[in-house]
């Protein structure tokens, strides 16, 4: 008989199995049948077990009652935030889409409305010469009366008056009422013809003054300035020919007048275009530097792969410290700022593409004025071939450099091993070099035009070595007035600068022949214009600019630290702030100057400019603490402070790229400014002991930038006579050699 199983036990079974997902291991309440009067007890059982488990839960959750409200109210937030972000996601959408339409109806507008302004434009055109052309025909019928009344000088200058007007319209040449009203002209012509020579009336009273008329009024004044229109006005040279050849043929007066002044219409056109381009400069000016554009120029070089420009070791990377002395690549100008200063400022330039650290980097600035001479000189380019070049002249290549050989001599493996570089920098220039080839460039083909119409016409031939010597007319202009149009900014003359040498070198470029090919027509017409004077005195006239530019700041910065009073009593008021606003002076200036020269120099050209000012200033520091013959521990501290203050403008130094492999960036002060490593030894020795500074002489570079006396001096005003003194000063001479 089977064990009875209780109610009691079906209902532990029953929840065994919802709250442990447990199957009953008796045999018997797994065969057992689950009568409707065990449901009680099991539900009893059930309603206990889910008491207890709400019960449980309310204890967990007694605690995390606040933070599972924040939940839910971040929850609610975040779905109120996911529906306004829906909402102005489709406002977006349909504005943009409402965009579109309404840049597609704006550009429908426009595009209507230039077509009305075209057809406005053509309208008045149209009205204008319509206008004229009524005019013209009541001249006619007036003339042909006149004609009929025997006022035969008076029809003759109403002749020359139609004969101008008619040059004013031929932009209208393809109305045929234009075609008519040049029928008419013509007729008329060969109408007053006809009456002159029937009459003797022009011999009698009016011949002299009526060629007179003829020439200064009417025809000289109808002769065009565009090259095109003469053509046109080749008929009316024609007749002024055949007119004189019937004066002639009657005896009267002043024919050989019109026949020569028929000759010299070249020269009269000539004139006539030479003043339109002189006054095209002159508006071009006027107008301003306009917007500045930036160009790159490129220079290609070949290079040994021995050269120091393939070597990676660091310090080395920065390729600008790497070119000679002599390329002109750089765009920092290597020209001599003043007269009497050419030799210490090409040793600046050296320094400023390779450090030269075994030579005293104290620099004499001179005191006369850039170039020497007159300011009118030098706009006109006068005297650029003699004494003044000195001031503009780039340093040269070094010639004594020993030539590169190869084992026992054989350099052949390291001329195959030759690479080509291409250098690239970008710099700043204004509107007015780029108006300026433009109009030298028309010029040329007009030129080449000329030439072509030469050929067919010889009269016009003699225009062309006049037209020629335009260019050269319009660079003398533009370097007599560029000077008081570039001072308006305060860049000008660095951009001035800028605009030179781009000028040249577009010119040398527009003017080299072909490298291969035949040489075009064009390319002919080019031959004929010779710019290589002007294209140096332009050169050397940029190049004065920058000088006069940088001697200026120079006189600035020198002023701005002569408020120092030599440093002497700096630690003393009121001294001490006359120092303190020097020092701040010159920093905020040489920070303004790199400002306002960054949007026109190039990286390179900024940073050996700028250089070049710092090393002034250094230099002018470094002799004011020289001359201080007692500089106390207070004094030297100031001093050193001073020093700093002046070491942080090494920040505007920084390369524009980071070399690769360099784990941070390196400024390149040392670069371009000349002195820089004294001047940051000068800050280390106010600021050392003695045995800090003999170690600095004997381990150190800090012989390699002060000579021995400049130490000893520096010494002797730093420290108090002593035994130590004077034993450091005698090691410091024996370890001098």
């Known amino acids: 008989m089977p064990p009875t199983v209780t109610a009691y036990q079906l209902g532990e079974a029953l929840l065994d199995a919802v709250q442990c997902s447990s199957y009953p291991e008796s045999e018997a309440i797994i065969s057992a049948d689950f009568p409707p009067s065990a449901f009680p007890q099991a539900l009893e059982l059930l309603s206990s077990a889910l008491e207890e488990v709400k019960t449980r839960l309310r204890k967990s ?20 935030d996911i529906q306004i972000a829906r909402r102005s996601a489709e406002e977006i959408v349909n504005k943009a889409k409402r965009d579109e339409e309404l840049q597609q109806a704006l550009h429908d507008a426009r595009s209507k409305l230039r077509l009305l302004e075209e057809e406005v434009a053509f309208n008045q055109t149209l009205t204008t010469i319509l206008e004229q052309i009524r005019g013209i025909r009541r001249d006619i019928r007036q003339a042909h ?34 075609a008519v009203v040049e029928l008419e002209s013509r007729e008329l012509r060969q109408t007053v013809a006809r009456a002159l020579t029937q009459s003797d009336l022009l011999s009698k009273s009016c011949g002299p003054s009526l060629v007179e008329s003829l020439i200064s009024v009417r025809l000289s004044a109808a002769v065009p300035q565009e090259l095109a229109a003469l053509e046109y006005f080749n008929s009316t040279r024609e007749e002024v020919r055949r007119f004189s050849k019937t004066m002639d043929d009657h005896g009267w007066p002043d024919a050989s007048r019109l026949r020569a002044w028929a000759n010299s219409i070249p020269q009269i056109w000539l004139e006539k275009r030479q003043r339109q381009c002189l006054e095209q400069v002159r508006q071009l000016l006027r107008r301003g530097l306009g917007n500045i554009k930036t160009v790159e ?10 050269d120091s420009l393939f070597h990676t070791s660091k310090g080395n990377d920065d390729w600008s410290a790497e070119w000679s002395e002599g390329e002109e690549w750089s765009f920092g100008p290597k020209q001599v700022e003043s007269s009497n200063a050419s030799a210490d400022t090409e040793e600046e330039d050296v320094r400023a593409w390779g450090l030269d650290d075994g030579k005293d980097n104290r620099k004499t600035e001179g005191n006369s004025p850039v170039g020497g001479k007159g300011d009118e000189a030098d706009a006109w380019g006068w005297g650029d071939d003699g004494d003044d070049d000195e001031d503009s ?30 250098l690239r920098e970008s710099y700043n220039i204004t509107s007015l070099p780029l108006g300026i080839l433009d109009l030298i460039n ?28 335009l260019p050269s007319l319009l660079l003398i202009m533009y370097r ?25 070198d577009q010119l040398q470029q527009m003017m080299q022949p072909p490298a291969q090919g035949p040489e075009n027509p064009f390319t002919s017409s080019k031959r004929l214009i010779r710019l290589d004077d002007d294209m140096a ?127 941070e960036t390196v400024p390149l002060t040392a670069v371009y400014a000349p002195g820089w490593f004294k001047f940051q030894y000068l800050s280390e020795v106010l600021d050392s002991s003695l045995v800090d500074i003999k170690y600095l002489w004997t381990d150190g570079g800090l012989r390699l930038e002060y000579e021995v006396e400049e130490m000893v001096d520096l010494i002797e005003a730093l420290f108090a006579d002593s035994e130590h003194r004077r034993r450091a000063i005698g090691e410091i001479r024996r370890a001098s050699g």
């Not at 008076?154 to 932009?171: E, F, G, H, P, Y």
Request: hydrophobic share 35%; glycine share 6%; net charge negative.
């Open 61 to 80: 959750s007694k605690h995390s009652a606040q933070d599972i409200d924040g939940w839910i109210s971040q929850a609610k937030q975040l779905r109120n």
């Open 145 to 178: 009366n006149l004609v009929n009344e025997a006022d035969l000088s008076t029809a003759a200058k109403l002749l020359l008056s139609i004969d101008t007007d008619l040059v004013s319209i031929q932009r209208g040449r393809d109305i045929k009422a234009v």
């Open 297 to 306: 120029r490129v220079e290609t070089q070949k290079v040994s792969q021995q």
């Open 393 to 422: 002249r780039s340093p040269q290549p070094n010639t004594n450099k020993p030539a590169r050989q190869g084992v026992n001599g054989y350099d052949k493996a390291q001329r195959g091993s030759e690479r080509e570089i291409t």
């Open 442 to 469: 028309s010029i040329v083909a007009d030129a080449d035009a000329l030439r072509t119409q030469s050929a067919g016409d010889s009269t016009l031939a003699s225009a062309g070595p006049g037209l020629s010597n």
């Open 480 to 504: 007599a007035s560029a000077s008081s149009f570039y001072s308006i900014n305060n860049s000008g003359n660095m951009f001035l600068y800028n605009d030179c040498l781009w000028l040249v």
């Open 537 to 663: 005195a332009l050169e050397a006239f940029g190049k004065r600019s920058y000088g006069k530019e940088m001697e200026s700041q120079r006189t600035i910065l020198k002023d701005l630290l002569d408020g120092a009073q030599g440093f002497a009593n700096c630690t003393e008021s009121p001294f001490s702030q006359e120092c303190d606003l020097a020092v701040a002076s010159i920093i905020d200036r040489i920070r303004d100057i790199y400002k306002q020269w960054r949007g026109a120099l190039s990286h390179s050209a900024l940073l050996q400019s700028v250089g070049s000012l710092l090393g002034t200033v250094i230099d002018k520091i470094i002799i004011d603490i020289e001359d201080m013959s007692d500089i106390s521990e207070p004094e030297s501290q100031r001093l050193t402070a001073y020093c700093k203050q002046v070491i942080a403008l090494e920040d505007l130094f920084l390369p524009q790229e980071l070399p690769t492999g360099e784990a």
